[in-house]
């Protein structure tokens, strides 16, 4: 991170309509929150393609909606490797992105800054469950559930952020 410059979260699911941008909206909403705006950029994007340029899946939406946040504005983007550059932590939302995302990093320095965004709750740490399994197939649970487990972990993430975050 360059002194002055925001610190720099990217959110990585596989198409980049639920549980990224899940986790992008929530994370904003707590950053504002800690008064943490302007030291702490957030983005998302997915590992594949097939859903660039889309907004947010509407059940993904309207579960953040019923919960006081706004995911409307979203539209789905392919996470780049150049991208690792920039950021200065990518957070994967599943064992599968984290993966894709070390394979992907250009050098070992790209890869240590991907982490799973679960590794942020202790209690998702301590029950050895660090995935946020894709709603997409699913019902209104699982999009419930995915958002539950995206607030606990950014809950533990802000606070990372308000000791790394100058």
Avoid at 1 to 30: D, H, K, Q, W
Avoid at 52 to 73: H, N
Avoid at 77 to 101: G, I, S
Wanted: glycine share 8%; proline share 4%.
């Amino acid at each position: 991170m360059t002194s002055g410059a925001p610190f720099r979260v990217c959110f990585v699911c596989s198409g980049n309509i639920c549980r990224s941008p899940t986790a992008e909206v929530v994370l904003r909403s707590y950053v504002a929150d800690a008064g943490l705006d302007g030291r702490v950029a957030v983005e998302s994007a997915g590992t594949g393609d097939w859903h660039v340029g889309d907004p947010a899946d509407r059940r993904s939406v309207r579960t953040m909606a019923d919960a006081g946040y706004d995911g409307s504005q979203h539209r789905a983007r392919q996470f780049e490797a150049a991208w690792f550059a920039r950021l200065d932590l990518v957070l994967a939302l599943d064992a599968t992105h984290l993966a894709d995302l070390r394979a992907l990093a250009p050098s070992d320095e790209a890869r240590d800054k991907v982490r799973l965004l679960r590794s942020f709750d202790p209690e998702a740490v301590r029950a050895g469950t660090l995935d946020v399994d894709d709603p997409f197939y699913g019902g209104r649970e699982e999009f419930d559930r995915v958002l539950l487990e995206v607030e606990a972990a950014c809950a533990g993430l802000v606070g990372y952020l308000s000791r790394v975050a100058s």
